[in-house]
């Protein structure tokens, strides 16, 4: 695959998300989560998961999960510099009540950060909870400590496939804390002081149909990229976008840019319909090469966190797919207590041959 099915993945969703105003979110997260459920799809549910992520159904996603998977290995960075940090999980959870098939349980402990864990949905719901933000907290440093609320697992919750990712990286080139002054900031609804940082050094630059675009390379390999249009935020396609980022050549620069810490939590169902992945939400759902049990996908639950000042940028994002059982029977099991006389046959299944027959009335 291209980057640049990547970046129009991350417009679509971007622009369906929030169509207006602040947003922050991770598109590392949300494919993660998405093409190892498309792994394990099939039929129409994975050709719409597929045609979102990568454009076609006829795609291959597998080629994502490798570009992924290349994304979690940071360069090394020199003696005088402090390792940029990188945390990434995959992990399955499932509740006893399904088997997980064989082949995906084992394609994904072969990812560098996949494995499949159980969790008591059934028999202790919260506690199933509790495990996996728990997990989620400790991949992301406590900037995610709470990714399933209360109330997020059901009678019919099975499974969940969750991804995690912290990362956390200085700048190359610091911005000095002394020059960090409130300056105004011309946002929609008018002039707010909010405040703003100062770099004067060698940066990618480009001034491109109407944007300047700022190259900010950070340790590990990782670069921040800030398009600034000449007059109103508008839209740019893929195409556009690939263009913009591929075009900074080194300049001097002097750079003024707030400092940030935004956050999102979102419930992502509804913006995936939108999107045309609605199969996996019915009853129709095919996610057999999972689990020999019937699935469906219950709820898309994404939070992210990013801040950046003038030592670097720090960000956590984690996305849950929670899925439910399809044909199993959620109702109450029938109690029976075998407490007064009663009869006992042991009996061939196929034939019907009676092997043993029994009458108790006293088992003492």
């Not at 059901?154 to 200085?170: F, I, R």
């Amino acid at each position: 695959m291209t980057v640049r099915e990547h970046l129009e993945f991350t417009l679509t969703l971007q622009d369906t998300l929030a169509p207006q105003g602040n947003v922050v979110w991770s598109p590392f997260s949300v494919a993660s989560a998405l093409a190892l459920l498309a792994r394990g799809a099939g039929g129409t549910t994975k050709d719409e998961l597929v045609s979102l992520l990568l454009g076609d159904k006829g795609a291959q996603v597998e080629a994502l999960i490798g570009l992924l998977d290349r994304a979690e290995r940071l360069a090394e960075p020199r003696e005088d510099q402090d390792p940029p940090v990188i945390e990434v999980a995959n992990t399955l959870w499932s509740d006893e009540r399904i088997t997980i098939r064989p082949e995906f349980a084992d394609a994904l402990a072969k990812m560098p950060s996949g494995s499949v864990r159980p969790a008591p949905f059934r028999k202790d719901p919260d506690g199933a909870r509790q495990s996996i933000n728990s997990d989620v907290a400790e991949t992301t440093h406590n900037l995610i400590p709470e990714l399933l609320p209360v109330g997020t697992i059901k009678q019919d919750t099975v499974a969940a496939l969750v991804n995690a990712l912290y990362l956390k990286v200085g700048w190359r080139h610091e911005f000095e804390e002394s020059a960090t002054e409130p300056r105004p900031f011309h946002t929609p609804a008018g002039v707010v002081r909010v405040p703003t940082m100062w770099l004067s050094e060698s940066l990618g630059y480009a001034h491109i149909s109407g944007w300047q675009v700022v190259s900010l390379p950070a340790i590990g390999g990782v670069r921040a990229v800030v398009l600034l249009p000449d007059g109103e935020l508008s839209e740019v396609d893929a195409s556009t976008l690939h263009q913009f980022v591929d075009a900074p050549k080194r300049q001097k620069v002097s750079l003024r840019m707030p400092k940030l810490h935004l956050k999102l939590q979102a419930e992502l169902t509804s913006v995936l319909t939108r999107l045309g992945v609605r199969t996996v939400f019915t009853d129709d759902a095919d996610l057999s090469g999972i689990s020999e049990d019937p699935l469906a996908v219950q709820a898309v639950i994404h939070e992210t966190v990013l801040k950046i000042d003038e030592q670097g940028l720090e960000g956590a994002a984690a996305t849950a797919v929670m899925m439910r059982a399809l044909s199993m029977d959620m109702t109450p099991p029938v109690e029976v207590t075998v407490d007064r006389p009663f009869l006992l046959l042991v009996q061939h299944e196929a034939s019907g041959a009676v092997y043993f027959s029994a009458r108790v009335t006293d088992p003492s």
